[in-house]
């Protein structure tokens, strides 16, 4: 059962929670090797040849948004803004930093150019699926929110499976490769934002005929499996 509203903002999940044991694993690993691997990566600099190779024509800001403090970026088209928690990645390695950052380039990419993409990946781009089941569509400027019934674990990987979000994290992936070449710890990050099992498109298909459904009333009930 859900209420909807209008929301100018998303509260997209960027640390997933525990999912059958599955923490995030350099939660206690990290810090201990930071001393060692960690250096400050030029955002501005990778930033503006990104957008100026890709004709991207938005805003870089350091300041994460309210509700996003412990997020690691995210990029808000209704502000057309790419936000990245700088201070909280400064102490992470130099590939963990450049995950994020061209992970969050590639979904202003997606958002600003959708014909640049393939069908589902263009329509998901609307959508936003949290892990507890709350789920928002692009309506107009304005974030749509709606409610969906199933488990953590059903709506985690749902979130890591979404279209958009598999097509950025292989691309922050690849980019990673080709700027600081290929090493275990970028393809455990990579794998650490992959669902643990392939989700056919047709997944999606029907969970956003759900989503469309439930922002076009006032309250409804809806159950997306899990």
Not at 1 to 7: H, L, Q
Not at 35 to 43: E, F, K, Q, R
Request: hydrophobic residues 30%.
């Amino acid at each position: 059962y859900g209420k909807i509203r209008s929301t100018s903002n998303r509260f997209r999940l960027t640390t997933k929670p525990p999912v059958n044991g599955r923490r995030n694993r350099f939660g206690t690993s990290r810090s201990a090797v930071s001393a060692d691997m960690s250096n400050m990566v030029d955002y501005e600099k990778h930033f503006r040849m990104y957008c100026e190779g890709n004709s991207l024509t938005i805003n870089l800001s350091f300041d994460m948004p309210k509700g996003y403090e412990t997020a690691n970026g995210t990029f808000d088209p209704t502000v057309n803004t790419l936000f990245i928690n700088k201070e909280m990645l400064q102490s992470q390695p130099e590939y963990e930093q450049m995950f994020y950052l061209f992970h969050e380039l590639r979904h202003a990419l997606q958002y600003l150019h959708p014909e640049s993409f393939d069908g589902l990946i263009a329509r998901s781009r609307l959508y936003v699926i949290q892990y507890d089941g709350t789920c928002y569509k692009l309506v107009d400027g304005e974030w749509k929110e709606c409610k969906l019934d199933g488990s953590t674990e059903h709506f985690t990987e749902l979130y890591l499976g979404q279209p958009y979000e598999r097509d950025a994290n292989d691309f922050a992936y690849e980019k990673v490769k080709e700027l600081l070449g290929d090493s275990p710890e970028p393809q455990v990050l990579h794998a650490f934002w992959t669902p643990k099992k392939p989700i056919a498109d047709q997944v999606y298909e029907e969970l956003y005929r759900q989503i469309d459904d439930m922002i076009g009333e006032a309250s409804c009930e809806a159950y997306a499996g899990g």
